[in-house]
């Protein structure tokens, strides 16, 4: 398990995650792998009663950095990560070919669970 002390964002290599606890409650950017260079995006979770404090974003960039650590493209397929790219322009280089950011991306369940093997 990969961790980043500074932030107390923790990484779940296994798990497909990044992940915080604050106030007992748990924020969770999770994603897959798709194909040996893109990491997909699926799902961020932040409880309402923590929104608007930018922890999504502190998720996101930690994503961004791990992504950026290993040659890896990233895919923004739930919402928020789309809407992360679309306020962060300068970032456009690590989104991977084919990304359409005008789509407004949903959340979904890993491919395994949801049946798309």
Avoid: W
């Avoid at 980043?4 to 897959?32: M, P, W």
């Amino acid at each position: 398990m990969d961790t980043k002390e500074e932030t107390g964002i923790v990484h779940d290599e296994e798990g497909g995650s990044f992940s915080c606890q604050i106030n007992g409650l748990e924020c969770r950017a999770e994603y897959e792998m798709a194909g040996d260079d893109v990491i997909d995006i699926f799902r961020t979770f932040v409880d309402p009663s923590l929104r608007g404090r930018g922890i999504a974003e502190k998720l996101m960039r930690r994503v961004l950095e791990y992504a950026k650590d290993r040659n890896l493209k990233i895919r923004p397929s739930c919402s928020y990560a789309v809407t992360f790219f679309r306020r962060n322009p300068q970032h456009s280089d690590m989104v991977a070919a084919g990304t359409d950011l005008a789509n407004d991306g949903s959340c979904r369940l890993p491919s395994e669970a949801a049946g798309y093997n």
